[in-house]
């Protein structure tokens, strides 16, 4: 019987922007000029929606919250499963492969309890936007990296604009009580909804938690 590891950190975007940001000061000198001319002509809070109407369709409209929430959480519980030297190749390209939909439904109405229309409107908002989908595909990768797993193509650090944003966000009231929320792993949390159902999937690959 395995481990099941929880990092609540890890489970949403936002948690580590401060430190990624802090971690972008060596920045190419054109980006670095690039970013701040755009810190000049930026308000003091991000134009969300201008970047999700330019932003093409990566996740679905609406849903982005969901999307990118559940997607952090079955990384942070598989990654560290996937290195486990008694798994198969099988049982690790199965632990891969799950599939997010087997708790999308669950998620939507965790966070519709949770949050209100205006404050869903937001969130999905920040999460289609360019800065947070680059932030959130770099962050993954990172994670990869740190736990020793291989990447074929490492994306670039996003823009420093672009995690300044992030940053923002994170720091807004909005955004820590984002945090406060997924990062609870008491009665009612995300987890304590989402780990049952995973676990369900995870015995599909002959892993017993």
């Known amino acids: 019987m395995k481990?099941?590891?929880?990092?609540?950190?890890?489970?949403?975007?936002?948690a580590v922007g401060s430190a990624l940001l802090s971690a972008c000061d060596d920045t190419p000198k054109e980006q670095t000029e690039e970013a701040t001319n755009d810190q000049h002509l930026a308000p003091a809070r991000p134009n969300l929606e201008t970047e999700a109407q330019t932003v093409e369709p990566q996740i679905e409209v609406g849903y982005a919250l969901t999307d990118v929430t559940l997607s952090n959480l079955l990384q942070s519980i598989t990654i560290p499963l996937q290195k486990d030297k008694t798994l198969t190749d099988i049982q690790?390209?199965?632990?891969?492969t799950i599939d997010k939909s087997f708790a999308q439904q669950q998620v939507q109405n965790f966070f519709l309890s949770k949050f209100t229309p205006e404050e869903l409107e937001e969130l999905n908002a920040f999460y289609q936007s360019k800065s947070?989908?680059?932030?959130?595909?770099?962050?993954?990768?990172?994670?990869?990296?740190?736990?020793g797993l291989i990447v074929n193509q490492v994306t670039k650090r996003p823009k420093r604009s672009q995690m300044k944003k992030v940053k923002e966000f994170s720091q807004s009231p909005l955004g820590q009580k984002y945090m406060q929320v997924v990062q609870d792993t008491?009665?009612?949390?995300l987890v304590s909804v989402v780990i049952?159902?995973?676990?369900?999937?995870?015995?599909?690959?002959?892993?017993?938690l």
């Not at 481990?3 to 936002?14: C, H, K, M």
């Not at 008491?186 to 949390?189: A, E, H, L, T, V």
């Not at 049952?196 to 017993?208: D, R, V, W, Y």
């Open 3 to 14: 481990t099941l590891i929880l990092r609540p950190v890890l489970f949403t975007t936002l």
């Open 196 to 208: 049952p159902l995973l676990k369900q999937e995870i015995k599909k690959c002959g892993i017993t």
């Open 92 to 96: 690790k390209t199965c632990l891969k």
């Open 132 to 147: 947070a989908i680059a932030y959130t595909k770099y962050g993954r990768e990172q994670l990869l990296i740190s736990e």
């Open 186 to 189: 008491g009665n009612g949390s």
